[in-house]
């Protein structure tokens, strides 16, 4: 069955070979890597993950593994789901592709955990990294829901007042909305550079005995996320600015897909 493509177009089909290619690849690297720990005392481990010290190996399994994300990502943005808001303004299909990455990383925080349990509980071999490893992964996770949240315009919005507004003044209220969140990441950033590029340098590490360097990438991350929060914030203002006036209830949070899906489970399971 041919997938509609919502942007990719033509280049649907080479980055899903892509894709595919590269997950197979990273795959087999990590299998590998994981048999060696039982078989060899010269075994790669987390600590060389985040410090590969020329080791060409692991920089090779880095490289599977950001092209595994990164085609992924590219692949699942060419579709939308049923109750996702279609993409409409510049900036949109980016943070698709950015959603679609912090999606895959929650399942890779399963597998971190799951590995973990394994690896204690049936190999009496706990790791050191994989609390941290999860910290990490969730931190970017959270800061890119932000921006996904704000592509489809999922975000807290109090419809009681602005409902009843005339559209220009809906207009006037979506601009000091932006506005506001212009000011505030100008004065985020504003003030936290300076520090955010001391961790960034210094690659600052979490203190542990993995010791990953947690605050010199979240640190610089939080400010490079939130100014794309912005432009997504931007991006919808001009999307939006055409448009005729929208009215909301409470029949407006009601997932009619998700409802017939439950329905069809009770009916399958009687």
Same mark, same amino acid.
């Given at each position: 069955m041919e997938r509609k493509s919502v942007w990719l177009g033509p280049l649907q089909e080479p980055i899903r070979i892509a894709m595919i290619g590269f997950a197979a690849a990273?795959? *087999?690297?990590?299998?590998? &890597?994981?048999?060696?720990?039982?078989?060899?005392?010269?075994? $790669? +481990? =987390?600590?060389?993950? $985040?410090?590969?010290?020329?080791?060409? =190996?692991?920089?090779? &399994? *880095? /490289?599977?593994?950001?092209?595994?994300? %990164?085609?992924?990502? *590219?692949?699942?943005?060419?579709?939308?789901?049923?109750?996702?808001?279609?993409?409409? +303004?510049?900036?949109?299909? /980016?943070? *698709?592709?950015?959603?679609?990455?912090? =999606? $895959?990383?929650? +399942? %890779?925080?399963?597998?971190? =955990? /799951?590995?973990?349990?394994?690896?204690?509980?049936?190999?009496?071999?706990?790791?050191?990294?994989?609390?941290?490893?999860? %910290?990490? $992964?969730?931190? %970017?996770?959270?800061?890119?829901?932000?921006?996904?949240?704000m592509q489809q315009r999922s975000h807290i919005r109090i419809y009681v007042v602005y409902d009843i507004m005339p559209r220009w003044m809906q207009k006037t209220a979506d601009v000091i909305s932006v506005g506001l969140i212009c000011t505030f990441t100008f004065a985020l950033v504003w003030g936290g550079y300076n520090d955010a590029m001391r961790r960034l340098l210094r690659m600052e590490t979490f203190g542990t005995a993995w010791d990953p360097p947690i605050p010199g990438t979240v640190k610089p991350a939080i400010l490079i996320i939130i100014v794309l929060v912005t432009i997504q914030a931007i991006s919808n203002l001009i999307a939006d600015w055409n448009k005729s006036p929208e009215h909301h209830s409470a029949a407006d949070d009601i997932d009619e897909v998700e409802i017939e899906n439950i329905r069809r489970t009770l009916e399958e399971n009687k």
């Amino acid at each position: 069955m041919e997938r509609k493509s919502v942007w990719l177009g033509p280049l649907q089909e080479p980055i899903r070979i892509a894709m595919i290619g590269f997950a197979a690849a990273t795959g *087999l690297i990590f299998l590998w &890597m994981v048999a060696m720990i039982f078989i060899s005392d010269n075994a $790669i +481990g =987390m600590q060389e993950m $985040i410090r590969p010290a020329g080791r060409p =190996m692991v920089v090779l &399994m *880095l /490289f599977l593994v950001a092209g595994t994300l %990164l085609s992924t990502s *590219l692949f699942l943005s060419d579709t939308v789901g049923a109750i996702e808001a279609k993409p409409e +303004g510049f900036f949109d299909y /980016f943070s *698709l592709v950015c959603a679609r990455l912090s =999606m $895959i990383a929650i +399942g %890779l925080i399963v597998l971190v =955990m /799951f590995y973990e349990v394994v690896s204690r509980y049936v190999f009496s071999k706990p790791t050191l990294w994989a609390n941290e490893l999860s %910290l990490w $992964i969730a931190a %970017l996770v959270f800061l890119l829901a932000g921006q996904y949240a704000m592509q489809q315009r999922s975000h807290i919005r109090i419809y009681v007042v602005y409902d009843i507004m005339p559209r220009w003044m809906q207009k006037t209220a979506d601009v000091i909305s932006v506005g506001l969140i212009c000011t505030f990441t100008f004065a985020l950033v504003w003030g936290g550079y300076n520090d955010a590029m001391r961790r960034l340098l210094r690659m600052e590490t979490f203190g542990t005995a993995w010791d990953p360097p947690i605050p010199g990438t979240v640190k610089p991350a939080i400010l490079i996320i939130i100014v794309l929060v912005t432009i997504q914030a931007i991006s919808n203002l001009i999307a939006d600015w055409n448009k005729s006036p929208e009215h909301h209830s409470a029949a407006d949070d009601i997932d009619e897909v998700e409802i017939e899906n439950i329905r069809r489970t009770l009916e399958e399971n009687k």
